[in-house]
């Protein structure tokens, strides 16, 4: 790996974004040069890049004006005519740069039927399908604990029954992949939300092509969620790193928790895999959040609500996947991938 001098000083703290942007490792289903915003932003490996900043910021520069094609550059920054450097890395929080890129995932599948890019690849995806099965199926018969097990794969096959009754919903679905993926190991209530309308027409025509009818999709924006109902299980591969990187990132998060508490029901999971923030920093996000929610139980209007409303947290950590491939830099272990799983109390 290579660092600059002011990367150096902030990897310790982030083993598992030494870059500190959402750069995603994917793998790429088509040998075009598909889409200049997309590709300058990923990582050119499974887990990680080299690229240093000046260099970032010049793909930045490229992405912002090859993407210039599909919108108005005035659409990247609502205060600025021109975007910064801050402006460019909070590119991928802005819904404007995923309906470019989807626009051209799109046009590519009805040209090539190429599927599209696998957000951070083909191993971690893998990874956390497995991880997630076998951590549904303990739930399923009652083994919860602090650290439940790693996957339990001689199981799997005669514990397929218990995850055709699990709901699941996928936030920031893309070409819904992940969805495919479930349902070949035996989920079967799968839904893909994305604020992307681009995003669910490819996730739709990708599932009808392949024939899994079972998938629902739906445009939807998690900050300002209009689903009705309840899942067991949450998915979020990468969704929360993009809204972190939206100029208004900290407001916005806050509106992320508040919607996923509420989308999950109670005992459900939340799975989150990222890779711009390790899982101590996750957890203690989590951890703001619930005493924000505990605070506010605490001030009820009434002594009624003062009996009914309880301190308990919304969510407490459940386990995190250890497959993970590491790196060390100061004397420090880490990895650039990150999957927690949290319950809903």
């Known amino acids: 790996m290579r660092f600059s001098p002011e990367e150096s000083s902030e990897a310790n703290q982030h083993l598992s974004a030494p870059l500190q942007l959402f750069q995603t490792g994917r793998e790429v289903a088509s040998d075009d040069d598909r889409s200049v915003a997309a590709d300058s932003w990923s990582i050119k490996s499974d887990y990680g890049s080299t690229l240093d900043d000046e260099q970032r910021h010049a793909d930045a520069a490229e992405a912002l004006s090859s993407a210039a094609n599909f919108r108005p550059a005035s659409d990247y920054s609502s205060d600025k005519d021109e975007p910064d450097a801050d402006a460019m890395t909070s590119m991928l929080g802005l819904q404007s740069y995923w309906d470019a890129a989807y626009h051209d995932e799109l046009a ?10 696998i957000w951070f690849g083909t191993d ?19 083994h919860i604990t602090n650290h ?3 996957a339990k794969s001689q199981l799997v096959e005669q ?36 604020y992307s309308e681009g995003a669910i027409d490819l996730a739709r025509s990708l599932a009808d092509r392949e024939g899994f009818s079972n ?18 299980l949450v998915m979020d591969k990468g969704t929360l ?13 806050m509106m992320y928790w508040d919607s996923v508490s509420k989308l999950l029901a109670c005992g459900g999971i939340l799975v989150i895999t990222s890779c ?22 605490q001030e009820p209007k009434t002594i009624k609500d003062q009996e009914t409303q309880k301190d308990h947290p919304p969510f407490r950590y459940l386990n995190h996947v250890r497959t993970y491939p590491t790196f060390m830099f100061g004397g420090s272990v880490g990895s650039r991938v990150a999957t927690v799983a949290f319950l809903r109390n």
């Open 108 to 117: 590519n599948f009805r040209e090539h039927g190429h599927i599209g890019e």
């Open 124 to 142: 971690v995806m893998g990874t956390v399908i497995s991880w997630t099965k076998s951590l549904c199926i303990d739930v399923s018969q009652g």
């Open 148 to 150: 439940v097990g790693e």
């Open 159 to 194: 514990d397929d029954k218990y995850l055709s009754s699990w709901s699941v919903l996928d936030i920031g679905t893309g070409n819904g992949l992940l969805l495919q993926e479930l349902s070949k190991q035996g989920f079967s209530d799968l839904t893909g939300t994305d």
């Open 215 to 232: 998938i629902k999709f739906v445009v939807d924006d998690i900050l300002e969620t209009k689903l009705d109902r309840q899942f067991q």
């Open 241 to 253: 790193d993009a809204i972190g990187l939206h100029p208004d990132g900290p407001i916005k998060r």
């Open 276 to 297: 711009n923030h390790t899982k101590d920093e996750l957890v203690q996000e989590v951890e703001n959040f619930n005493q924000r929610k505990i605070a506010i139980a």
